[in-house]
Each structure stands twice: as structure tokens, then as C-alpha cells.
């Protein structure tokens, strides 16, 4: 992919298809031979077919400014689409007929089917059955979400295998009964399953499994069962309509999982039901952990203990009542109904919240190379291979040689502190390692929001998946540095998620009344720790030294109340200024006269209400730090700040993205994001 993208416009869309949302609609929208997703402002539905003229500004996510595996313009590769349009609104006089092709009829055909499934109740289960009949994974909030993954069972709340093998059986059952022949089942069967999978938009699972028993169907009809020939003729159907599935987790997890079952079928094909329902649960569950390790850098320690509860629960209770809620749409819905199944799912959802939230289901685990990701593999496959044979202790040998390397992976770091600038745009963020006592501390959160995706926090974007391909599911301590909203703008959202021990911060900030009152989540059971009270504090190894303010401060402006703190990370010190003015410069050179640290953090994002003449002549630093957004209104950093410390490597987010410093005894080395040509280790030499 080219490393960046300009914006252009179009002058003619065609729209041919929607997508769905609890709050609203995406409109899928094509220009000559590109398709993009186009959301409008106002809730106007533009009917499939239309062809409207205006100007169109397409977006295209840019190239990914922090070290995380996160990328939208993979996304949507991935996803088959071109770029996003936001637009205000379309007037329908501009728009006129077009030609109705088979893609658009499915869609219009999908588009009536979801109205008449939503028309019939006005409780929220409408969704839940909607996303386990078509596999709508918008209608699920980011905290059910969170829930179904934390219990490892996700895939029973989207369309799956076990979704498409449910229904076949339901459809050979019903239409035996009826007394058809077995080579018309076999043929209505085919057709049945074709139009399921148009109503699933095709996703990586529903068409491995749907053209999977298509082709099984159409294979019996010569009694030929060539499961691993079919299994792959689908996954090459795939890669070559689209090559890019292959970065899907669902594509990976899919064909991985189906490939070793068939491949072990031999193993339980002469068990009992029970034993065979044990068996191939554990052997999917194991051969997902790589994948899953890879895709998500978490563990499940709950997955296959979750998956025998509710394999079985949704095998012979939802999904009966979803297909027959189906059913009922379309001929009789009586009152009754729909409480039942208002009483069902919620019931359901809160017994799915109750076990998330009781206990840890899930740990974060460090990114993998190359090398421990190997050894993953091989102790899955030793893992799966002594499940097929039976042989318990060796199974459980090897499940604790694969427990312990996860424990390493955590555990085992090359470097002894990693300090990380993170591009939060235009806001302050960083984050220190310290690998040997597994400590973390937190310098302010960032806090401006996407306002084209607002859905999503900065940090869901940023921090938060920083920390988790870390391995860090535990914050030592955050650091508020003052409470100006790009400071402290997320630190609500990473109290939710992260588990954090303590908070430093100064009270006497004229904004923390309302910041705590407004900001502080009630599940919060840390602790506060008043700066001004406390001057030093050791974190593992690390040594934190607040240097202002020594006593309070007058005045409203929450930039005076910065709190400017000098970290030491082994050998090498990091001095951070917050907001600060040249009015505290000064005060600092007053107190302290000439201050010493390798790296200083430029003021209040390289303005020129900071940095001073004075300070940069009586501060001595290897390197300077800007926090700033890409083309920001305030024009940060300014020239002439830049221009002072030009004697010293200036590093800035809104050019190199996020930046890392590695600390291993008296050697440091600097890692960018976006200019990895600047990448270099110095050495400190002995005093």
C-alpha cells in the first residue's frame, strides 16, 4: 500500500447497498470501479439504485503513527472497500434511476428483510436475533463485545460454522419429514444455503462454511467426501476473489480450526457424542491460541471450560428460537412471543455480563517474534496430537510448557526501560517500562476525540492497544500532569479498562474539583496521591522527582498548575514540563539554577509561551520532545522554539510519529514510527 493518500473528490455516486447500525445506516456507495462506505450527517435513507450528483470528499485512513497492529487502511482492504465519505446531507432532486444490478437486488432484498425482522418488537432482543441470522456484528455494543470475548465465546454470537451446520440440519430434517426424495433435499438444500450466504454479506466464516457443504452436498451426489479437497477449494475461492482476507482474523481462524478438525476426525469418529462434543472443542480452542496470541495479544484461561456451557445452550436452545423468531416474522407473531423472548436474551445477556465481569477470563501477552512464535505453534500441535491419542499427562505436560512460555513472553524483555512518546494528536501521552519489575507508568492520556469516528475513544486508538501488545494489563501509576483536556481527556476511559494503582496529581489545580466529580469511574479502587505533598516517588526502579510546583500556585489557568517531574529510567533521565510557561522557566532556573536530563519534553507542545531563551541556555539536554497533532490550528510546534534547541535532535509526533527510547544499562537507543531512517543507539559514557 503507498504510504500515504491524498483526498479527492467525486462528482457522482451510485448507491448499492447498506450497512447497519443500532443508531443508524452506512450507505455502500460505488464511482466507476471504486465502492466506499458514505455516512451522512442527517438519518436520510437514499434509496438502492440512485444516482446522486454533488461533491464528494472521499477519506482514506492514514498510514499508522504508533508501533500497534492496528491499521484502517488494512481494514479496509480487508473489507473491500476504497475510503469513507462523511457528507452533510444529499438533496434527492440531484439524484436519479439507475440500472438495478444482482448485487443491489440482494441488497434491497436484505434491506426489506431487516425492516420486517425490526418491525415486529420494540425491545432491543430484535438486534441480538438480527446479528445471530445475518451476522450483523454492528448491533453488538463495544461492552457486550468485550464480554463475549472475554468468555471465548464470540464466535457463537456471529454467523459461524456451527451457525450454517445448524441451520442444514434443521433444513435436512424439516424437508425429510416432508417426504421429499434425498436428491431433492440435497438440491433445495443448495439453494437454501445460496441464500443465506447473500444475506451475510459474504463474510470469511459464512463462506467457507456455506460454499463448504454446498460442494459436500454436490460431491455426495457421486458418494464422495473429499473434506480436505473441498476445505481448500473454498479457501482459494476466497483469496483469489479477494487476496487481502488473508490478513482476517476470521479467514485464519475459520480454516485453521476446520482444517484440524477434519484432519483428527479419524481420532473420534468411532466415539460417543459426548466424548466427540469434548474432544473437537478442545482441539479448536487449541488450535486458535497462536492465531488469537498473534491477532489480539491475548490468552483465554476460560475458553474451553465457556465454550462446553455454551456450545450447548445456544446449539439447542437460541439458535432453535432464532430461526423459529424467523419463522413467526413472516407468518404469526403473537404477543406471548415476545416477551418470551424479551425475558430469554436479557436473561441471556445478563448471565454473559454476570461471568465476564466476575472474574479474569482474559491476559494480555507481549507481541511474539518470529522465533517464540514458532515454538507456539509446535507445542500446539504436540498439544492436539496427545488430545487425538488420549494420553492425559502428556496433554497436560505440554499445556504447561505453553502456560510457562506465555509467563516468559511477559516476563523476559531484552531492555531494561522503554520510555514512549505516543501520537495522540495534538495532547500528551507517555508511557515508561520498567521490563525487570514489570512496573508502568502513565504521563497524562491524551484526550482529543476523531470527530468523524466518534464512536471510538482516542484511546481505544492509541494507549490502550499500546499497553495490551505490551503485555501490560496493569498501570502502576498515572501521572495527571495538569487538567487541560488533552492531558487528561481519556484518563476516564483507561480507568475503566486498565486497572491502576495509584494517580498523582495536583489538587490544587483549579479544574480537579470538577475533573474527579465528573471524570472518576465509581469502579475505580486506587488511590490518590497529592503531589503536593509528595516530592519523590520510586516505581520499581524508576525515580519520579517533582520539581514544581513546591508550594501552590494563584491564579486559574491549569497550565500554571502543571506539574513538571523529572523521571530517571537507569542511567538516563527525562525531564516533563507539562503546560508550563516561561514565567515557571524561570522560576525552575531561580530554584534549581542549571538543570541536567538527556531528554527534555518541550512545553506545552512546542509553543512559544514556553521554552524560553533563558531556559534552553540554562538547561542541558541530548534531546527535545514535541507532542503535537498533524497540521494542528495552533500551528505547534512554533519555528522559533524549534529553532532554539536546533543545537539538539528534536523529535515530534506530528512528523515522526510515535518514538521510543530503549534503555539497556548506559546504551539508549531511539526508535521512530513514521522515519525509521532516524533509528540510532547512543552510549552514555562514566562520569
Given at each position: 500500500m503507498p504510504e500515504s493518500i491524498e483526498e479527492e473528490k467525486i462528482d457522482l455516486i451510485t448507491v448499492s447497498g447498506y450497512k447497519y447500525y443500532k443508531d443508524g445506516i452506512a450507505h455502500i456507495v460505488t464511482h466507476e470501479d471504486r465502492t466506499y462506505d458514505m455516512f451522512l450527517n442527517n438519518s436520510s435513507k437514499i434509496p438502492i439504485g440512485k444516482i446522486c450528483k454533488d461533491i464528494f470528499e472521499v477519506t482514506v485512513p492514514g498510514e499508522e503513527r504508533n508501533f500497534i497492529k492496528k491499521n484502517d487502511r488494512l481494514n479496509l482492504k480487508v473489507n473491500g472497500i476504497d475510503g469513507r465519505i462523511y457528507h452533510d446531507s444529499i438533496d434527492m432532486d440531484s439524484c436519479t434511476?439507475?440500472?438495478?444490478?444482482?448485487?443491489?437486488?440482494?441488497?434491497?432484498?436484505?434491506?426489506?428483510?431487516?425492516?420486517?425482522?425490526?418491525?415486529?418488537?420494540?425491545?432491543?432482543?430484535?438486534?441480538?436475533?438480527?446479528?445471530?441470522?445475518?451476522?450483523?456484528?454492528?448491533?453488538?455494543?463495544?461492552?457486550?463485545?468485550?464480554?463475549?470475548?472475554?468468555?471465548?465465546?464470540?464466535?457463537?454470537?456471529?454467523?459461524?460454522?456451527?451457525?450454517?451446520?445448524?441451520?442444514?440440519?434443521?433444513?435436512?430434517?424439516?424437508?425429510?419429514?416432508?417426504?421429499?426424495?434425498?436428491?431433492?433435499?440435497?438440491?433445495?438444500?443448495?439453494?437454501?444455503?445460496?441464500?443465506?450466504?447473500?444475506?451475510?454479506?459474504?463474510?470469511?466464516?459464512?463462506?467457507?462454511?456455506?460454499?463448504?457443504?454446498?460442494?459436500?452436498?454436490?460431491?455426495?451426489?457421486?458418494?464422495?467426501?473429499?473434506?480436505?479437497?473441498?476445505?481448500?477449494?473454498?479457501?482459494?475461492?476466497?483469496?483469489?476473489?479477494?487476496?487481502?482476507?488473508?490478513?482476517?482474523?476470521?479467514?485464519?481462524?475459520?480454516?485453521?480450526?476446520?482444517?484440524?478438525?477434519?484432519?483428527?476426525?479419524?481420532?473420534?469418529?468411532?466415539?460417543?457424542?459426548?466424548?466427540?462434543?469434548?474432544?473437537?472443542?478442545?482441539?479448536?480452542?487449541?488450535?486458535?491460541?497462536?492465531?488469537?496470541?498473534?491477532?489480539?495479544?491475548?490468552?483465554?484461561?476460560?475458553?474451553?471450560?465457556?465454550?462446553?456451557?455454551?456450545?450447548?445452550?445456544?446449539?439447542?436452545?437460541?439458535?432453535?428460537?432464532?430461526?423459529?423468531?424467523?419463522?413467526?416474522?413472516?407468518?404469526?407473531?403473537?404477543?406471548?412471543?415476545?416477551?418470551?423472548?424479551?425475558?430469554?436474551?436479557?436473561?441471556?445477556?445478563?448471565?454473559?455480563?454476570?461471568?465476564?465481569?466476575?472474574?479474569?477470563?482474559?491476559?494480555?501477552?507481549?507481541?511474539?517474534?518470529?522465533?517464540?512464535?514458532?515454538?507456539?505453534?509446535?507445542?500446539?500441535?504436540?498439544?492436539?496430537?496427545?488430545?487425538?491419542?488420549?494420553?492425559?499427562?502428556?496433554?497436560?505436560?505440554?499445556?504447561?510448557?505453553?502456560?510457562?512460555?506465555?509467563?516468559?513472553?511477559?516476563?523476559?524483555?531484552?531492555?531494561?526501560?522503554?520510555?514512549?512518546?505516543?501520537?495522540?494528536?495534538?495532547?500528551?501521552?507517555?508511557?515508561?517500562?520498567?521490563?525487570?519489575?514489570?512496573?508502568?507508568?502513565?504521563?497524562?492520556?491524551?484526550?482529543?476525540?476523531?470527530?468523524?469516528?466518534?464512536?471510538?475513544?482516542?484511546?481505544?486508538?492509541?494507549?490502550l492497544p499500546y499497553l495490551k501488545e505490551s503485555g501490560v494489563d496493569r498501570i502502576d501509576m498515572m501521572i495527571l500532569s495538569h487538567m487541560d483536556l488533552d492531558h487528561t481527556g481519556e484518563a476516564d476511559y483507561i480507568l475503566q479498562k486498565k486497572q491502576v494503582d495509584y494517580i498523582y496529581v495536583n489538587p490544587s489545580d483549579p479544574a480537579f474539583s470538577e475533573w474527579y466529580q465528573s471524570d472518576v469511574p465509581e469502579s475505580f479502587d486506587g488511590q490518590f496521591i497529592n503531589a503536593m505533598d509528595t516530592r519523590t516517588i520510586d516505581i520499581g526502579d524508576m525515580q519520579i522527582t517533582k520539581l514544581f510546583p513546591l508550594k501552590p500556585v494563584a491564579g486559574e489557568d491549569s497550565n500554571q498548575h502543571s506539574l513538571v517531574v523529572m523521571m530517571h529510567a537507569g542511567q538516563f533521565s527525562f525531564l516533563f514540563t507539562g503546560d508550563i510557561d516561561v514565567d515557571i522557566e524561570n522560576e525552575l532556573i531561580d530554584t534549581y539554577g542549571q538543570i541536567e536530563t538527556d531528554i527534555l519534553k518541550l512545553a506545552h507542545h512546542g509553543s512559544n509561551t514556553s521554552t524560553g531563551e533563558a531556559f534552553v541556555e540554562n538547561t542541558s539536554f541530548k534531546y527535545a520532545l514535541v507532542s503535537a497533532g498533524v497540521n494542528n490550528r495552533y500551528g505547534h510546534p512554533h519555528p522559533e522554539v524549534v529553532q532554539r534547541v536546533d543545537s539538539?535532535?528534536?523529535?515530534?509526533?506530528?512528523?515522526?510519529?510515535?518514538?521510543?527510547?530503549?534503555?539497556?544499562?548506559?546504551?539508549?537507543?531511539?526508535?521512530?514510527?513514521?522515519?525509521?531512517?532516524?533509528n540510532h543507539c547512543i552510549k552514555k559514557e562514566l562520569n
Amino acid at each position: 500500500m503507498p504510504e500515504s493518500i491524498e483526498e479527492e473528490k467525486i462528482d457522482l455516486i451510485t448507491v448499492s447497498g447498506y450497512k447497519y447500525y443500532k443508531d443508524g445506516i452506512a450507505h455502500i456507495v460505488t464511482h466507476e470501479d471504486r465502492t466506499y462506505d458514505m455516512f451522512l450527517n442527517n438519518s436520510s435513507k437514499i434509496p438502492i439504485g440512485k444516482i446522486c450528483k454533488d461533491i464528494f470528499e472521499v477519506t482514506v485512513p492514514g498510514e499508522e503513527r504508533n508501533f500497534i497492529k492496528k491499521n484502517d487502511r488494512l481494514n479496509l482492504k480487508v473489507n473491500g472497500i476504497d475510503g469513507r465519505i462523511y457528507h452533510d446531507s444529499i438533496d434527492m432532486d440531484s439524484c436519479t434511476d439507475g440500472d438495478f444490478d444482482f448485487s443491489m437486488h440482494l441488497s434491497d432484498i436484505r434491506d426489506k428483510y431487516i425492516s420486517r425482522m425490526l418491525s415486529k418488537s420494540s425491545f432491543d432482543y430484535t438486534y441480538d436475533i438480527l446479528t445471530l441470522s445475518i451476522g450483523n456484528k454492528s448491533y453488538i455494543s463495544s461492552e457486550f463485545f468485550d464480554a463475549l470475548q472475554k468468555l471465548g465465546i464470540y464466535h457463537l454470537y456471529v454467523i459461524s460454522g456451527t451457525h450454517v451446520a445448524f441451520v442444514s440440519g434443521i433444513l435436512f430434517f424439516t424437508l425429510k419429514r416432508m417426504r421429499f426424495t434425498i436428491n431433492v433435499i440435497k438440491m433445495m438444500m443448495i439453494v437454501c444455503l445460496l441464500l443465506f450466504l447473500s444475506l451475510n454479506f459474504f463474510s470469511p466464516s459464512v463462506f467457507r462454511a456455506v460454499l463448504m457443504a454446498i460442494l459436500l452436498i454436490v460431491t455426495s451426489f457421486f458418494r464422495q467426501k473429499p473434506y480436505l479437497t473441498v476445505i481448500s477449494l473454498t479457501a482459494i475461492f476466497q483469496i483469489l476473489y479477494n487476496p487481502w482476507v488473508m490478513y482476517h482474523a476470521g479467514f485464519q481462524l475459520s480454516y485453521i480450526t476446520t482444517y484440524l478438525i477434519i484432519l483428527s476426525r479419524t481420532y473420534w469418529q468411532d466415539r460417543g457424542p459426548f466424548i466427540q462434543l469434548m474432544g473437537i472443542t478442545a482441539i479448536a480452542e487449541v488450535s486458535t491460541l497462536t492465531i488469537v496470541l498473534q491477532q489480539f495479544n491475548e490468552i483465554s484461561i476460560s475458553g474451553i471450560i465457556m465454550n462446553f456451557f455454551f456450545v450447548p445452550l445456544f446449539s439447542f436452545i437460541i439458535f432453535p428460537m432464532v430461526i423459529i423468531y424467523n419463522f413467526m416474522v413472516f407468518t404469526v407473531f403473537p404477543v406471548f412471543a415476545d416477551e418470551i423472548y424479551h425475558f430469554v436474551f436479557t436473561l441471556l445477556k445478563d448471565l454473559i455480563f454476570i461471568l465476564a465481569d466476575g472474574i479474569k477470563h482474559r491476559f494480555s501477552v507481549k507481541s511474539p517474534n518470529a522465533l517464540w512464535l514458532i515454538l507456539l505453534i509446535i507445542l500446539s500441535y504436540m498439544i492436539i496430537k496427545e488430545i487425538c491419542l488420549g494420553n492425559f499427562k502428556r496433554t497436560t505436560f505440554y499445556s504447561a510448557a505453553f502456560i510457562l512460555c506465555m509467563l516468559l513472553l511477559n516476563k523476559l524483555s531484552w531492555f531494561d526501560y522503554t520510555v514512549t512518546m505516543v501520537d495522540v494528536g495534538q495532547g500528551d501521552a507517555f508511557i515508561v517500562e520498567d521490563h525487570k519489575n514489570n512496573a508502568v507508568v502513565l504521563i497524562d492520556t491524551g484526550g482529543k476525540f476523531y470527530p468523524e469516528e466518534s464512536q471510538y475513544r482516542l484511546s481505544d486508538k492509541t494507549v490502550l492497544p499500546y499497553l495490551k501488545e505490551s503485555g501490560v494489563d496493569r498501570i502502576d501509576m498515572m501521572i495527571l500532569s495538569h487538567m487541560d483536556l488533552d492531558h487528561t481527556g481519556e484518563a476516564d476511559y483507561i480507568l475503566q479498562k486498565k486497572q491502576v494503582d495509584y494517580i498523582y496529581v495536583n489538587p490544587s489545580d483549579p479544574a480537579f474539583s470538577e475533573w474527579y466529580q465528573s471524570d472518576v469511574p465509581e469502579s475505580f479502587d486506587g488511590q490518590f496521591i497529592n503531589a503536593m505533598d509528595t516530592r519523590t516517588i520510586d516505581i520499581g526502579d524508576m525515580q519520579i522527582t517533582k520539581l514544581f510546583p513546591l508550594k501552590p500556585v494563584a491564579g486559574e489557568d491549569s497550565n500554571q498548575h502543571s506539574l513538571v517531574v523529572m523521571m530517571h529510567a537507569g542511567q538516563f533521565s527525562f525531564l516533563f514540563t507539562g503546560d508550563i510557561d516561561v514565567d515557571i522557566e524561570n522560576e525552575l532556573i531561580d530554584t534549581y539554577g542549571q538543570i541536567e536530563t538527556d531528554i527534555l519534553k518541550l512545553a506545552h507542545h512546542g509553543s512559544n509561551t514556553s521554552t524560553g531563551e533563558a531556559f534552553v541556555e540554562n538547561t542541558s539536554f541530548k534531546y527535545a520532545l514535541v507532542s503535537a497533532g498533524v497540521n494542528n490550528r495552533y500551528g505547534h510546534p512554533h519555528p522559533e522554539v524549534v529553532q532554539r534547541v536546533d543545537s539538539v535532535q528534536v523529535f515530534d509526533t506530528s512528523r515522526h510519529g510515535m518514538v521510543r527510547f530503549h534503555i539497556k544499562g548506559r546504551k539508549m537507543c531511539v526508535e521512530t514510527k513514521l522515519q525509521p531512517g532516524l533509528n540510532h543507539c547512543i552510549k552514555k559514557e562514566l562520569n
